[in-house]
């Protein structure tokens, strides 16, 4: 299990199942970072950050630094929440 930690993370928060791309760095320890910060308990870390397209996905991994990985939602893979097909329903209709 991970925890939060508000004091690194940006303001933004991480919009899980809304926005279609998702950028994920992996670090050793924490740190402040553009996006929302998770420590493991043995002390490495994650930020998670999301993105409506991949050119701003491609930016925040920039930002983020080297290892930052660009993710992309498949809908065809995905089980959603109905809150998140609520929040978007064009990227969880399925594609043809």
Do not use: C, H
Request: charged fraction near 20%; hydrophobic fraction near 50%; glycine fraction near 6%.
């Amino acid at each position: 299990m991970t925890s939060l930690r508000n004091d690194l993370s940006d303001a933004l928060p991480w919009r899980i199942g809304e926005l279609p791309f998702a950028v994920i760095l992996e670090m050793p320890a924490p740190a402040k970072a553009a996006g929302a910060v998770f420590q493991l308990p043995g002390g490495r870390s994650f930020v998670f950050a999301a993105a409506a397209d991949r050119v701003s996905a491609d930016r925040i991994a920039a930002t983020l630094g080297s290892g930052a990985r660009v993710f992309q939602v498949r809908p065809e893979w995905s089980r959603p929440y109905d809150e998140w097909v609520a929040r978007n329903p064009a990227l969880w209709k399925p594609r043809p």
